[in-house]
């Protein structure tokens, strides 16, 4: 059974610019959450998606966004990137929300 | 907004000892959530729990959902090398709400001495 699939695993962008991340959740789950982890502030949430609506964001300002599809995938976007938006952002998937979240290898973007 | 305080924040132990960890909040949670991560992984899920006051174990590994639904713990026992890693707790679904949302710990840096 595949896991959770981030790509790409890793990413460098120049400020200003804009990214899109992608995650395949594991077959059959249709919640996915996606989270920000940085050494100083640690694991935060940024929105989870539960059949295609966005159900919970977290706070982080207007520039995250983000969408799930039919089939459950889910992609984020960030816009005009900046230096702090560096870190690592991973993906989770679980059947319908009351279970333990598997989490993906992540995506590693670098703004510079 | 809620906060898990999680310690203690690193161990250095001998190969064979037993290791302990734990996490309290300033509200309740219906779900407690233990992950372990790699560098340059994902968190991994170790032990879910999902009632108050339950144990539950996963091989070496024990952990149990505290009786006040505010804290969890986390053993493991006769530690091995490959045990090194973050160790993470995470509480979910604040009762009276619709927020899936896993809130994180700091994490406990677990380092073994072979």
């Known amino acids: 059974k595949a896991g959770v699939t981030q790509t790409p695993r890793y990413l460098i962008k120049t400020r200003g610019q804009q990214v899109t991340l992608s995650c395949s959740p594991i077959?059959?789950?249709?919640?996915v959450s996606w989270y920000q982890q940085t050494p100083g502030q640690g694991l935060q949430f940024l929105f989870e998606?539960?059949?295609?609506?966005?159900?919970n964001k977290g706070n982080f300002p207007g520039r995250f966004s983000g969408r799930q599809f039919s089939n459950s995938r889910s992609e984020m976007n960030v816009s005009t990137l900046e230096l702090g938006d560096s870190a690592l952002y991973l993906c989770?998937?679980?059947?319908?929300?009351?279970?333990?979240?598997?989490f993906g290898s992540g995506t590693r973007l670098t703004v510079v | 907004g809620q906060q898990l305080n999680q310690s203690p924040q690193s161990m250095f132990i001998q190969e064979g000892e037993d290791v302990s960890m734990n996490c309290t909040s300033s509200?309740?949670?219906?779900?407690w959530l233990w992950y372990k991560q790699d560098p340059g992984e994902g968190p991994v899920l170790l032990i879910a729990?999902?009632?108050?006051?339950e144990l539950t174990s996963n091989g070496r590994l024990t952990a149990q959902f505290g009786i006040t639904r505010k804290d969890s713990f986390l053993n493991i026992s006769a530690s091995i090398p490959s045990d090194v890693g973050i160790y993470f707790c995470?509480?979910?679904?604040?009762?009276?709400?619709?927020?899936?949302?896993?809130?994180f710990g700091k994490g406990t840096l677990l380092t073994v001495n072979p």
């Open positions: 077959s059959g789950h249709r919640s």
């Open positions: 729990l999902y009632k108050a006051g």
């Open positions: 989770a998937s679980s059947p319908d929300r009351n279970y333990g979240y598997t």
């Open positions: 998606y539960f059949s295609e609506t966005q159900r």
């Open positions: 995470a509480g979910q679904r604040p009762p009276g709400g619709s927020n899936y949302k896993l809130t």
């Open positions: 509200s309740i949670f219906n779900t």
